[in-house]
């Protein structure tokens, strides 16, 4: 066994074992060069066996043997441990192992086949990791091992690590050769090489697709007649001639006509790249079907001329500026707001065009946009050579590159000069508008009112009954006239969402099963939906008070849950005066309560369903009815 002060540190072991595997050799299939080293090594040293062998964590591999079949042996059992983990490797050298204490134990002395001879050069390679050895063995001892018999075997070890190198090298190289090789077919773009006269000898999938010709048809032939219109011969083939003359080592790449198999012609980007490799030249070849991009580029000239257009045919000024200022575009009306000709403008500042305290105005508005990235809306009215006084709306907005950054700013110069002029007579159309829309909006609330009404009588003199008491308790709470109208006008709507509930259930008469009353319960949500994204206060007051007028005091009202004033003070009296009305009005379900009775019990609920403000008012309103 080895000792423990002969074992690699972990670090160094962990290194080694890397490099043991960037060689890709334990496992692998026997192979002539290393067999013949190893019949070489046991003729020359006159031994039965010779061997080379790898250490991986737990054995000895045989990766060519002479003499004896092995394949592995543990590695703490072998002569090679000591050779991997000298202070110094070199050749290890046992002349008799019964007479030597390191060996005299291990399994293949003591037993079959009983060694009594062992010589081993390390193989280390050139970053110095020892891999493994070429090993001698005999089963009997020798009487020495010269200096001279030590340098043949070193010699010979090092012609393992040569093989080892020049079979990773070829390994890589064809891993490398795989991997152009996958890259090329690929390769979205045509891929082909030419030899020095012009001749395919490479041709991918992709110039397949493109061109029309196989690889097979393609190898071996002139590009010049395979792609090139017959014009372009000529200048192609003095092309390939000049660089095969001058070496001339630098890529060309050039837009040309490309014809496919059977003379259907494209667009073709045609990019050619000389190279020597062991002093021959080659060139390779790449195209690409420039259709698309053809066809895109056309479009956008196109549509750049288009929009040119547009922008010189458009009244307003529009205008576009770089980060220094400059007009690096301009429309025509821009130019005549302006007063001098487009060539004149671009490339200038507004100081070099306009007087200074008007061209300082417009850089603090400019720089403004440019440092902060905002758009900027200005209205201003200037002064015309001819004297006359015109108004413009200004909007600046930065552009910015791919990235985010700002390039510069878009500016557009509307004339409002005759619109100011109308816009009194707008705003006063528009108000006439907005009645007539929020006459409208109240023509539906009461229509709707109506369709409850028509469902059941008694429920739509309800909402009328609810509607006043609803205004007396505003107004009892000292809401302004406005507000008391609004609630008068709206409370009707408080149970609209009835609608959406089934006469069945609405009109059943006796109790209600929790099912059929969390059905009821919904009506609220319904309301609140059905008059949800008004934009005039009565359609916006109507759907707060469908949707809290059944909220309590306490919180456990629904839908919501709202409690105290987080209850909007609509849905607040409105609860107040629904309840009233409900509790002395006859129902399919109960008998009319007396105004004293029904008063009573909502004075009791007061702090609990009830707003206490609103109870307060209520009796102060009825007191005073009473005393009217």
Not at 390 to 399: A, L
Not at 419 to 444: F, G, K, S
Not at 466 to 479: F, M, N, P, Q, S
Not at 582 to 605: D, M, V
Request: hydrophobic share 45%; with cysteine; net charge negative.
């Amino acid at each position: 066994m080895i000792e423990a002060s002969a074992l690699p540190d972990a670090h160094t072991e962990t290194a080694r074992l890397a490099a043991l595997r960037r060689y890709a050799v334990m496992g692998t299939a026997p192979e002539p060069a290393f067999d013949r080293t190893a019949r070489l090594a046991a003729r020359l040293f006159r031994v039965p066996v010779a061997a080379v062998t790898f250490l991986d964590e737990d054995q000895q591999w045989f990766k060519a043997c002479v003499g004896v079949d092995l394949q592995t042996m543990p590695r703490a059992t072998s002569f090679c441990e000591r050779v991997l983990h000298a202070p110094r490797p070199d050749v290890l050298v046992v002349l008799d192992t019964q007479a030597d204490v390191r060996f005299r134990d291990l399994p293949v002395v003591v037993n079959a086949p009983h060694v009594r001879f062992y010589a081993g050069a390390p193989l280390t390679t050139p970053d110095g990791h020892t891999l493994g050895t070429l090993c001698l063995y005999d089963v009997e001892p020798h009487a020495a091992f010269t200096d001279e018999d030590r340098a043949a075997l070193r010699d010979l070890a090092e012609g393992v690590v040569s093989e080892l190198e020049l079979r990773r090298t070829l390994a890589e190289q064809a891993q490398e050769r795989q991997v152009h090789a996958a890259v090329i077919d690929a390769a979205h773009d045509g891929m082909i090489l030419l030899n020095d006269e012009g001749r395919v000898i490479a041709w991918n999938p992709a110039a397949e697709t493109l061109l029309g010709y196989t690889r097979a048809e393609a190898l071996g032939q002139d590009l010049t007649a395979l792609f090139i219109p017959p014009e372009y011969h000529r200048a192609h083939l003095d092309g390939l001639q000049h660089v095969v003359t001058h070496r001339e080592y630098r890529t060309r790449r050039a837009e040309l006509p490309a014809l496919r198999r059977g003379g259907q012609g494209f667009p073709c980007e045609f990019t050619l790249t000389p190279f020597e490799v062991d002093g021959v030249l080659r060139f390779t070849v790449l195209l690409r079907d420039l259709t698309a991009a053809v066809a895109a580029r056309e479009a956008l000239s196109a549509s750049h001329t288009l929009l040119r257009t547009v922008v010189d045919s458009v009244p307003e000024s529009i205008y576009v500026k770089d980060l220094e200022r400059r007009y690096v575009m301009i429309n025509a009306a821009g130019a005549a707001q302006i007063g001098q000709p487009m060539d004149a403008i671009l490339g200038r500042t507004n100081e070099d065009l306009f007087p200074r305290d008007a061209a300082t105005a417009a850089r603090t508005r400019d720089d403004h946009v440019l440092r902060s990235g905002a758009v900027l809306t200005y209205e201003l009215t200037d002064q015309l050579g001819n004297g006359a006084q015109r108004t413009h709306w200004f909007t600046k907005v930065p552009t910015r590159d791919a990235a985010g950054g700002i390039t510069g700013l878009v500016g557009v110069a509307i004339d409002i000069t005759e619109r100011q002029a109308a816009e009194a007579i707008i705003r006063a159309h528009n108000a006439q508008l907005t009645e007539r829309v929020e006459a409208a909006q109240l023509e539906i609330l009461h229509r709707l009112a109506r369709a409850a009404e028509y469902r059941d009588d008694d429920t739509g003199e309800h909402m009328g009954r609810v509607a006043l008491t609803a205004a007396g308790l505003a107004r009892e709470l000292g809401l302004s006239e406005a507000a008391v109208r609004l609630i008068e006008q709206t409370a009707p709507l408080h149970d609209v969402g009835k609608i959406g509930v089934s006469d069945g259930i609405l009109l059943k008469p006796g109790r209600l099963t929790p099912e059929e009353f969390e059905i009821v319960k919904s009506h609220a949500t319904i309301g609140a939906n059905i008059l949800a994204g008004g934009h005039s206060p009565a359609v916006r007051m109507a759907e707060v008070i469908a949707r809290t007028h059944h909220e309590r005091w306490d919180g456990s009202g629904y839908p919501h849950g709202l409690a105290g004033e987080a209850i909007p003070i609509e849905g607040r009296i409105v609860a107040v005066a629904d309840v009233l009305d409900a509790l002395t009005s006859e129902r399919p379900y109960k008998r009319a309560w007396s105004f004293e009775a029904a008063l009573a019990e909502i004075r009791a609920q007061a702090g609990q369903h009830f707003d206490p403000q609103v109870v307060a008012a209520l009796e102060r309103l009825t007191s005073r009815t009473a005393a009217d």
